[in-house]
């Protein structure tokens, strides 16, 4: 079966103390590797699209990459309004399903 | 341009009655996708839509769920009748093909009691 797991679940950061959100997928035929930003009672905000390993994006402090097997979301000295819930999502298989993780729920602290 | 429209946003009724959720995507996605998302999960997919076909229902519970999308553009998603599992917040997504970035609306928050 298709899977994307998030790690870790949650995790809570000094402002400026950097760090990473991993994103694990055992799929086959990767489509297309999508994170996005959740605020509490909003729905997801895309972030980046990541297409082939080896293939980075940023975005002011974010910086997504990926591998064959998983994608990292780098958050370099974060500041309390990064703190959201960050999910990243697959598009697998044969029916095309965008399948998402869990998420990881970031807390910066000022 | 305008993004993802999702109407209500908050719904309460109570079990066994039917609710309907109404989805506008964004203008020219060609796929659209409905989703139900549990505080502290990632969002489920439901089905998705290529234009006006449902080509992914295999998630949707069929006895009690149905989704329309006419004319390859607005969506509705039905539940009848509703149980108390189903609260959830019911998301609707739309891209331009299947292998984009999808956008999201709102969501409607489903409270069943």
């Known amino acids: 079966e298709d899977q994307v797991t998030q790690s870790p679940e949650a995790l809570r950061l000094q402002e400026g103390e950097s760090s990473s959100l991993n994103c694990s997928y055992t799929?086959?035929?990767?489509?297309?590797l999508f994170w996005y930003r959740q605020d509490p009672g909003k729905g997801p905000e895309f972030l980046f699209t990541l297409y082939s390993a080896g293939e980075e994006k940023e975005k002011e402090r974010l910086k997504a990459t990926l591998t064959k097997k998983e994608s990292f979301l780098h958050i370099t000295a974060p500041k309390p309004e990064d703190s959201a819930t960050y999910l990243c999502?697959?598009?697998?298989?044969?029916?095309?399903?965008?399948?998402f993780g869990s998420g990881t729920q970031l807390t910066v602290l000022p | 341009e305008a993004g993802v429209v999702q109407s209500p946003r908050y719904k309460i009724i109570e079990k066994k009655q039917p609710v309907a959720f109404w989805c506008n995507p964004i203008s020219g996605h060609n796929t659209l996708y409905w989703y139900l998302q549990n505080l502290g999960q990632g969002p489920e997919l439901l089905i998705r839509y290529e234009n006006e076909e449902a080509v992914d229902d295999s998630q949707l519970p069929k006895d009690r769920f149905s989704a329309e999308r006419l004319k390859g553009v607005d969506s509705t998603l039905k539940i009848q009748p509703a149980e108390l599992g189903d609260s959830a917040v019911y998301l609707c997504?739309?891209?331009?093909?299947?292998?984009?970035?999808?956008?999201f609306g709102q969501g409607t928050r489903l409270t069943v009691v």
């Open positions: 999502a697959g598009v697998v298989g044969s029916a095309r399903q965008l399948t």
């Open positions: 799929v086959s035929g990767l489509r297309g």
């Open positions: 997504a739309s891209c331009r093909g299947p292998n984009t970035e999808a956008f």
